[in-house]
């Protein structure tokens, strides 16, 4: 369920604020403004590969073990937000000698709501 932004003034008015993944027809109300969403901070994450283990083998690792991922090497990595795919990109070194990602490709954006 969709919780409500409530924006402060003499009298709040209620908003109805989609997250990512939800679809945002049938919402009723105006739309939020952009000086609110674009204040919004979310958490990004970068996905280099998965592997599924049984417990046993979890329990028998050892350091210096190597575990294979299911992505091949020179494949983009994905770029989420709250678990949803939103573009794809690789790694690189930044000057501060972190890891960086550069974005290659935004992932299909979905069609904007019917007014």
Do not use: F, H, W
């Amino acid at each position: 369920m969709r919780k409500p932004v409530v924006v402060g003034g003499n009298e709040p008015m209620v908003m109805q604020l989609a997250s990512l993944t939800d679809e945002a027809d049938g919402l009723e109300g105006p739309a939020v403004p952009s000086e609110l969403i674009d204040n919004l901070s979310v958490e990004i994450t970068v996905e280099l590969g998965r592997l599924s283990l049984r417990l046993g083998s979890i329990r028998a690792l050892q350091q210096g073990e190597v575990l294979s991922l299911d992505r091949p090497v020179g494949e983009p990595l994905d770029i989420r937000i709250n678990g949803r795919t939103i573009a794809r990109g690789e790694v690189v070194a930044t000057e501060a000698r972190r890891y960086g990602i550069r974005v290659t490709e935004i992932v299909a954006r979905r069609p904007a709501a019917k007014s």
